[in-house]
């Protein structure tokens, strides 16, 4: 019983870590994708920047300051705005 016990044990911490494991592949897989995406971007556009759900700015967007001839603070800011 005890081994049975151990051997349940074993199981779901193996399930549990390959799913972290994957999760974690796939974060690190996303991330790359839209870094990728932005060096694409940089190359063929004005400015880049990203915004959140909300569409606020996101990061620092110099470019975008500059473009708008700005020293305001834009991080932040609502994009409609």
């Excluded at 999760?23 to 994708?33: K, V």
Aim: a negative charge; aromatic letters at 8%.
């Amino acid at each position: 019983e005890i081994y049975g016990c151990l051997l349940a044990f074993v199981l779901i911490i193996d399930v549990m870590m390959r799913a972290r494991v994957q999760a974690c592949l796939q974060s690190a897989d996303a991330e790359w994708m839209v870094s990728s995406f932005r060096r694409v971007l940089r190359g063929v556009c004005d400015c880049e920047f990203l915004l959140d759900h909300n569409l606020k700015i996101q990061g620092n967007p110099e470019c975008l300051q500059h473009m708008l001839m700005s020293d305001e603070k834009l991080q932040g800011m609502e994009f409609t705005q």
